[in-house]
């Protein structure tokens, strides 16, 4: 079972790509940067078992995020959807 500390850990490792290959992504510190343009802080955080990126400004009209991960990727999916807002690789 992963932590929040693995999800920071993972984070911070690389820069990632969404899959579609329109946005890059960068974690550094407690600050999401998207396209070099965005520089936004988060905070990470589990209830009941999922964990959730909470951006302290909003993106694409959202602030809060579940996050899921595997080996390959990372999803993030708006607060209500079932369907990815970002793959990143």
């Known amino acids: 079972m992963m932590t929040v500390s693995d999800i920071y850990t993972k984070l911070y490792s690389k820069s990632y790509y969404e899959k579609t290959g329109q946005h890059k992504f960068r974690f550094c510190e407690s600050n999401v940067f998207l396209d070099r343009?965005?520089?936004v802080p988060f905070v990470i955080h589990m209830l009941d078992?999922?964990?959730y990126l909470?951006?302290?400004k909003q993106?694409?009209?959202d602030s809060l995020f579940r996050l899921?991960?595997?080996e390959d990727?990372?999803?993030l999916y708006g607060e209500n959807k079932d369907t990815p807002l970002w793959?990143?690789?």
Do not use: C, H, K, T
């Open 49 to 51: 078992g999922v964990f």
């Open 59 to 61: 993106i694409v009209n």
């Open 87 to 89: 793959i990143l690789q």
């Open 73 to 75: 990727e990372i999803m």
């Open 37 to 39: 343009r965005a520089n």
């Open 54 to 56: 909470q951006a302290l």
């Open 68 to 70: 899921e991960m595997n």
